[in-house]
């Protein structure tokens, strides 16, 4: 799928429409190599037309395999295998991103339903979580590859389980990690969120990538 910067689909006829122009003045086609509605949301606060193509890669853990290394490999993992599918004449810069999250021996999946979502919460009552957001942009031309893991530490409220299930089934958040969403009503759970990129407990480290963007030669501001 195709976004404008004013967040419709794009116009598939025009093909000068869905690219972007490096500082040089060479188009570029941005990707989010990601299925993740969340993470589009995020992307779309650059206002920079992309599209959206899922990596489909083996997501599952090595043995022994520390949260935070997953989180980095899935990144590179999902961008590398959007490269790979890349067919088109202009280069491209592909996004991939990944997160993962433990609270000790938890760890921090996406429940996948209400009361699934409300016995994770359950867990995480007056505790301390660790997510870890991955991200690496690849720009096929140059072969330029940046990567970047982020550290977001959250500490949990104690909340009955009445209210962890009124949370859940206002905000929908069984299918988030951790079972909560911070960009929402998600932030009554927590005694303090500390990260150095804002975003990426909720998906994509928008200031990290905003540097790796300026760094491949991409002005973040839309003319």
């Known amino acids: 799928m195709y976004y404008f910067a004013s967040f419709g689909i794009a116009n598939l006829l025009n093909w000068n429409n869905i690219l972007i122009n490096d500082v040089a003045g060479k188009q570029i086609e941005l990707i989010l190599g990601s299925s993740s509605t969340y993470r589009a949301q995020i992307l779309n606060r650059l206002r920079l037309p992309y599209r959206q193509i899922s990596p489909a890669i083996d997501e599952s853990p ?35 991103s990944d997160q993962t999250g433990h609270s000790g021996d938890l760890t921090l999946t996406k429940p996948g339903s209400v009361g699934s979502a409300v016995d994770m ?17 690849i720009r096929t031309d140059t072969e330029q590859r940046l990567c970047d893991t982020i550290t977001t530490t959250v500490g949990f409220r104690n909340y009955t389980q009445d ?61």
């Open 62 to 96: 090595r043995a022994g395999e520390h949260p935070k290394a997953l989180a980095h490999r899935l990144g590179i993992e999902k961008a590398k295998a959007v490269v790979e599918q890349y067919r088109e004449a202009v280069p491209a810069l592909v996004i991939g």
């Open 121 to 137: 919460l359950l867990k995480l009552q007056g505790r301390e979580a660790t997510f870890y957001t991955s991200i690496c942009l």
């Open 163 to 223: 209210q962890l299930k009124r949370y859940v089934e206002v905000d929908q958040s069984q299918d988030c990690a951790g079972g909560f969403k911070v960009e929402a009503l998600g932030t009554v759970l927590f005694k303090y969120v500390r990260s150095d990129d804002p975003t990426a407990l909720i998906g994509l480290p928008l200031i990290t990538l905003i540097n790796m963007l300026i760094n491949c030669s991409i002005d973040p501001i839309p003319n």
